[in-house]
C-alpha cells in the first residue's frame, strides 16, 4: 500500500508513523507546507485515555512523551481579584514543537519520507497515484474543499476573537483571569508545558476587541497590550508571540469523512474548541483508530466506513461539550455576578464534561466551601434544597415534567390518570405537573387528552389532588393549562404521533390559517370574538384547577399549540393587532396570561412554559425567548418553564444531553426571572450540577420518571440523603435502602500459592 499524507501536524504524522509501523512495507510519504520547525502554538494538552491509547499502539512514542510531560493538578480560576483553587483535575502538557520532533524522529526512524516546505500535489491527482489519501491539513483543509460536494462541510464562525501566546516560566496551575475593562471582558486561559514556559490564550467578544482597539495594533503591540491587562497574572512578566495572530474560532462538522480513497483526519473533519483542549487529542486518536481499521478490516472501503463509525460519536459527544464551553465563555459576562465560589464552579462545570459529583470526588472541601455559600445544610445535595415561589415552598428542586398520557375519556382523567400521578408523588418529587389539560373539547390534541371545562373532569382532578396531598404529603401537584390550536384533531401518539384522525375529528382554529403538516387539516384563524371565547375557557379552566387543589398552575405557551402559534413568526401571519412584530404576537398570550392570573388564587405561583428557539430558520430565536419571558415576568409570572421547539414539523434541534438548558440558564441571567430547565436531563448529578451552577432553579424530567416512578426517593438514597428535602412514604420505608442482589458471604481466599 502506498499511502499519501497531506499535513505534517501531529494527527498526521501520527497516522503515518503508525501505518508503517504496523506494516513496514508500506510507502508513505508526509506532505508539509511548512518548515519542520514551524508552529504556531505553544503547549499540547493529552489525557491519561488518549496517553494511554499512545502507550499501547507505539510504546517508543509514549516514553518519548512521558519524558518530557508537565503535570499538574490544579485549576485556578481569579474573578474580581479573589482567587478559588480546585485541585484533582490531573493534566498533561508539552511543547508544541518539541511534540512535533519526537514524531519527526519516530517517522524518520521507521522510514516515512517527511517532505517540509513542500505544497502536496492536488487530491486528485494523489489518489491517482496513491492506495491512501489521508487529509490531515487542517481546518482550512483544501482537501476538504476539492470534494466539497461529496463531505458536505460546514464551518461556522463564532464570536470571540483570541490570541495564542507564550509567558517564559511556569505557571503552578491551569489558570482563568477575567478582567473587566472599560471595554468589555476579556478572559485568559493559561497553563504550563514545560519547566519554564506557559502556554498563554487571550480572549474576548468581536466588539470588546474592536472596541479596545486591537483590530488596529499590529503584532508586538498586541502582545504587549495583553501583557498590560493580565499582568497580575503574569507576575508583571512580558509575553511572547510566534507568528500570533487575533483569530475566530471555526466549528467544523462534515456530513462524510471519506470519499474513495481520501479520508479526513483531526481538523480537517471536524474540530473542538480550545477550552476544552481536544483538538491534538482528537486528531490523534483518529490516528489510531484509522490505523486499527485499516488492520482488522479486509478492504479499503470496510475500513474507512469503520473509522467514521467508530469515531463519529466520540467526536460528536466532544464537539457537543466544545460547544458548550465555547458559548460559555462567549457569554461571560452574564455571570459576573454569581458569588465567586458559584462563579468558578460554573466554570469549571461549564462543558458538562466535569459534573457536580466528579469534582466533589477530586476536590471536596472545593465543592463543599460552594455548597455552602450556595445555601445548601450540611450533608444536603443542592437538589434537595427548597425553592419558595410566592406562598409555596417546593421541598426539593425536582419536578416530573408534563407528560401526555393520551389515557383519558371525553377528557376525564381516570384510574390509569390517579396511579399514575400518585406514583410520581409518591416517589419523592418536589412537584409533580399533569399533562396538557385541555380547556375545552376543541382545544384536545388527541381524543385521550384531558380536560378542566366540565363538571365531571374538575371532580376526577380533585380525587387526584387530594391523593396526592394526604398519601405524599410535602409534594406539590401543578396543572398545566393548554390549547392544542393547529395540532389538534391528531391520533393517539403510539398509532402516528402528529397524524390527523381518519375520523371523528373536529375543527381546528389557530393564529393563522396554517397546517402543522401536509397531511393536518387546515385550521381557521380566529376572530376578535374567537378570541375572547378561548381566553374565557382558559379562566374557567383555571378556577375550576383552583377549586381541584392544584397548588400551581402552568400555561403552556410551547410546542406550536395555540398559544405558541401565536409567539412564533412562522405559525402567525396575522396583519392586525395580534401579529407582526413580536410585541404584538405576544399580545394574546398576555390577555389570556391576565385573565388565568385574575381568578388564579393570589398565593398560588404561575408559571409560563414557552418554546426558546423553534429550530428553524426565520423563527423565534434566544433572543426573542429573553423578551418573551421578560414579557411574561413583567405580568406576573413566577418562573418560566424553558422547553424548545415542536413549533414547525421541519425544525432541525441540535439534540444531546442537557441541550435544551443553556437557554434557561440565558432567561435566568438575563431576566433575573427563576427559570425550570427541561431536556434530556437523565441523572441525579445533572440536576446538581445545573442547580448549583445557578443555570436552572428547577429540573423537569419527563422519561426517567417513567423508567422509574421513584426516581428522586432513589437518588436520595444513592447520595445517602435522609433530610427533610425528600420523604420515603411510610409503607415504603423498608425499600429505602437497594435490595442485595447476590450472596456476599463467600469466604474469601486466605492464600495464594505461586507455581
Request: hydrophobic fraction near 40%; charged fraction near 25%; aromatic fraction near 8%.
Amino acid at each position: 500500500m502506498r499511502v499519501a499524507v497531506v499535513g505534517g501536524g501531529p494527527g498526521g504524522l501520527y497516522a503515518a508513523a503508525l501505518l508503517k509501523r504496523l506494516d513496514p512495507a508500506r510507502e508513505i510519504t508526509v506532505w508539509e507546507r511548512n518548515a519542520p520547525d514551524d508552529t504556531f502554538g505553544f503547549g499540547v494538552v493529552l489525557s491519561d485515555e488518549t496517553l494511554g491509547g499512545i502507550e499501547h499502539a507505539d510504546p517508543v512514542v509514549y516514553a518519548a512523551l512521558r519524558d518530557e510531560f508537565v503535570r499538574w493538578d490544579d485549576i485556578d480560576i481569579v474573578h474580581r481579584g479573589v482567587r478559588h483553587r480546585s485541585g484533582g483535575h490531573g493534566f498533561a502538557a508539552l511543547g508544541r514543537r518539541r511534540l512535533l520532533e519526537i514524531l519527526h524522529e519516530r517517522c524518520r526512524s521507521l522510514g516515512v519520507e517527511l517532505r517540509f516546505r513542500t505544497e502536496a500535489p492536488p487530491p486528485a491527482e494523489l489518489m491517482t497515484a496513491y492506495d491512501l489519501v489521508i487529509a490531515a491539513d487542517g481546518v482550512h483543509s483544501a482537501a476538504r474543499e476539492a470534494y466539497a460536494d461529496v463531505f458536505r462541510p460546514s464551518v461556522e464562525e463564532h464570536r470571540c476573537r483570541y490570541i495564542w501566546l507564550a509567558a517564559d516560566f511556569a505557571l503552578d496551575a491551569f489558570r482563568f483571569e477575567i478582567a473587566e475593562t472599560e471595554h468589555g471582558v476579556m478572559q485568559l486561559h493559561g497553563y504550563p508545558y514545560a519547566a519554564d514556559a506557559s502556554t498563554v490564550i487571550v480572549e474576548m467578544r468581536e466588539e470588546v476587541w474592536r472596541a479596545a482597539g486591537f483590530a488596529d495594533l499590529d503584532e508586538q503591540e498586541s502582545v504587549e497590550r495583553c501583557g498590560k491587562i493580565f499582568a497580575d497574572a503574569l507576575g508583571g512578566r512580558s509575553l511572547r508571540s510566534n507568528k500570533s495572530a487575533w483569530v475566530t474560532f471555526r466549528t467544523v462538522v462534515n456530513d462524510r469523512w471519506s470519499h474513495d480513497r481520501l479520508v479526513l483526519l483531526g481538523d480537517a473533519a471536524h474540530t473542538a474548541h480550545f477550552s476544552i483542549g481536544s483538538g491534538t487529542k482528537l486528531a490523534v486518536e483518529d490516528a489510531l483508530a484509522l490505523a486499527a481499521c485499516l488492520e482488522e478490516r479486509p478492504t479499503l472501503g470496510e475500513a474507512l466506513a469503520a473509522y467514521e463509525e467508530e469515531r463519529r460519536p466520540v467526536v460528536a459527544s466532544t464537539q457537543r461539550a466544545a460547544r458548550a464551553s465555547l458559548e460559555w465563555f462567549e457569554n461571560l459576562g452574564r455571570y459576573l455576578g454569581q458569588p465567586a465560589r458559584q462563579f468558578a464552579f460554573n466554570l469549571l462545570t461549564r462543558s458538562r464534561r466535569v459534573t457536580h459529583d466528579n469534582l466533589r470526588l477530586r476536590d471536596a472541601h472545593f465543592t463543599a466551601a460552594v455548597e455552602r455559600e450556595f445555601g445548601c445544610p450540611q450533608g444536603t445535595p443542592p437538589m434537595f434544597t427548597p425553592l419558595r415561589l410566592r406562598g409555596l415552598t417546593l421541598r426539593n428542586r425536582v419536578v416530573v415534567s408534563p407528560m401526555d398520557m393520551y389515557a383519558a375519556v371525553d377528557g376525564v382523567p381516570g384510574d390509569f390518570h390517579l396511579v399514575h400521578l400518585g406514583a410520581r408523588a409518591l416517589g419523592g418529587a418536589g412537584l409533580v405537573m399533569t399533562e396538557m389539560v385541555c380547556v375545552s373539547a376543541e382545544g384536545r390534541i388527541t381524543p385521550g387528552c384531558t380536560g378542566l371545562y366540565t363538571y365531571q373532569q374538575a371532580e376526577s382532578w380533585r380525587r387526584i389532588a387530594h391523593f396526592v396531598h394526604t398519601q405524599a404529603p410535602g409534594t406539590a401537584i401543578g396543572v398545566q393549562l393548554g390549547h392544542s390550536g393547529r395540532k389538534g384533531a391528531t391520533k393517539l401518539m403510539w398509532e402516528g404521533i402528529d397524524e390527523p384522525l381518519e375520523e371523528g375529528d373536529w375543527p381546528l382554529v389557530a393564529a393563522s390559517p396554517v397546517p402543522y403538516g401536509p397531511r393536518n387539516q387546515t385550521p381557521r384563524e380566529l376572530a376578535r370574538v374567537q378570541l375572547t371565547d378561548i381566553r374565557e375557557q382558559f379562566a374557567a379552566a383555571a378556577w375550576r384547577a383552583a377549586r381541584c387543589g392544584f397548588d400551581l398552575l402552568e400555561l403552556h405557551c410551547a410546542h406550536g399549540y395555540l398559544l405558541s402559534g401565536f409567539l412564533s413568526p412562522l405559525t402567525n401571519r396575522r396583519t392586525d393587532a395580534y401579529g407582526g412584530s413580536l410585541e404584538r404576537r405576544l399580545r394574546f398570550p398576555l390577555e389570556v396570561f391576565d385573565a388565568v392570573r385574575a381568578v388564579w388564587p393570589e398565593e398560588r405561583p404561575m408559571t409560563v412554559r414557552i418554546s426558546a428557539t423553534d429550530w428553524a430558520d426565520g423563527g423565534n430565536t434566544g433572543d426573542d425567548a429573553v423578551a418573551i419571558a421578560r414579557a411574561f415576568a413583567a405580568h406576573g409570572a413566577d418562573a418560566v418553564d424553558v422547553s424548545t421547539g415542536q413549533v414547525v414539523a421541519d425544525e432541525h434541534p441540535d439534540y444531546g444531553r442537557s441541550y435544551q438548558t443553556p437557554y434557561a440558564d440565558r432567561i435566568r441571567h438575563e431576566t433575573g426571572v427563576p427559570v425550570i430547565a427541561v431536556g434530556a436531563i437523565s441523572s441525579w448529578d445533572d440536576v446538581n450540577s445545573l442547580i448549583l451552577a445557578g443555570r436552572t432553579d428547577l429540573c423537569a424530567l419527563g422519561r426517567p420518571h417513567l423508567y422509574d416512578p421513584h426516581w428522586t426517593l432513589h437518588a436520595a438514597a444513592e447520595q445517602g440523603y435522609e433530610g427533610p428535602g425528600v420523604a420515603w412514604p411510610k409503607p415504603y420505608r423498608a425499600g429505602s435502602r437497594p435490595p442485595r442482589t447476590g450472596r456476599t458471604d463467600a469466604p474469601k481466599p486466605r492464600l495464594s500459592l505461586g507455581t
